[in-house]
T-cell receptor, first 115, second 111 residues
């Protein structure tokens, strides 16, 4: 199956710093990428949908100025958590979808811990 | 927002037994997908079943879909300890919309 990578897999940062998470589709062109966050023992909550070359669509309650999403190419989307705070600590997962498939392929996730 | 519920929330069985997990959803769908997640890891796609399909098999997995009841079930036969994970159903409403996940079932298979 298709492969999606995320980098870094784990990051610990101080409160107030910004953190960038990369999501790459390794063997297919991802016309659409999705960003989710997951708190411990809970399900995935969609944060935003990004289509290559256009602005991301954010879900209600997700601050677009805090969670900056860029989908500049068909294989790369980035999520930047700006001025991170402890409550932003979570597991962030991206998924990618090509133009001719119903299946979303998920990255392995990034564990963010804000001290 | 979450589309629906998985049932049960947690399931503990002995190795070799079958495990059945159910998923209900609220709106009409294009397809329904089942994923597995090991603790602290990403999601692994298991099966996609389209709205015009009723049953699908993949190895030890069997998925059914009843659109009249807006429900799906995932059956894992002859379970193994390695099947221990959380299982999520997710629905896609139309072509390029994001998946909406259920709350998941935590399956523990005891050797």
């Amino acid at each position: 199956g298709a492969v999606v990578s995320q980098h870094p897999s784990r990051v610990i940062c101080k409160s107030g710093t910004s953190v960038k998470i990369e999501c790459r589709s390794l063997d297919f062109q991802a016309t659409t990428m999705f960003w989710y966050r997951q708190f411990p023992k809970q399900s995935l909550m969609l944060m935003a949908t990004s289509n290559e070359g256009s602005k991301a669509t954010y879900e209600q309650g997700v601050e677009k100025d805090k969670f900056l999403i860029n989908h500049a190419s068909l294989t790369l989307s980035t999520l930047t958590v700006t001025s991170a705070h402890p409550e932003d600590s979570s597991f962030y997962i991206c998924s990618a979808k090509g133009p001719y498939t119903d299946t979303q392929y998920f990255g392995p996730g990034t564990r963010l811990t804000v001290l | 927002s979450q589309q629906g519920e998985e049932d049960p929330q947690a399931l503990s069985i002995q190795e070799g037994e079958n495990a059945t997990m159910n998923c209900s959803y609220k709106t009409s769908i294009n397809n329904l997908q089942w994923y597995r997640q090991n603790s602290g890891r990403g999601l692994v796609h298991l099966i996609l079943i389209r709205s015009n399909e009723r049953e699908k098999h993949s190895g030890r997995l069997r998925v059914t879909l009843d659109t009249s009841k807006k429900s799906s079930s995932l059956l894992i036969t002859a379970s193994r300890a390695a099947d221990t994970a959380s299982y999520f159903c997710a629905t896609e409403n139309s072509g390029n919309t994001p998946l909406v996940f259920g709350k998941g079932t935590r399956l523990s298979v005891i050797a």
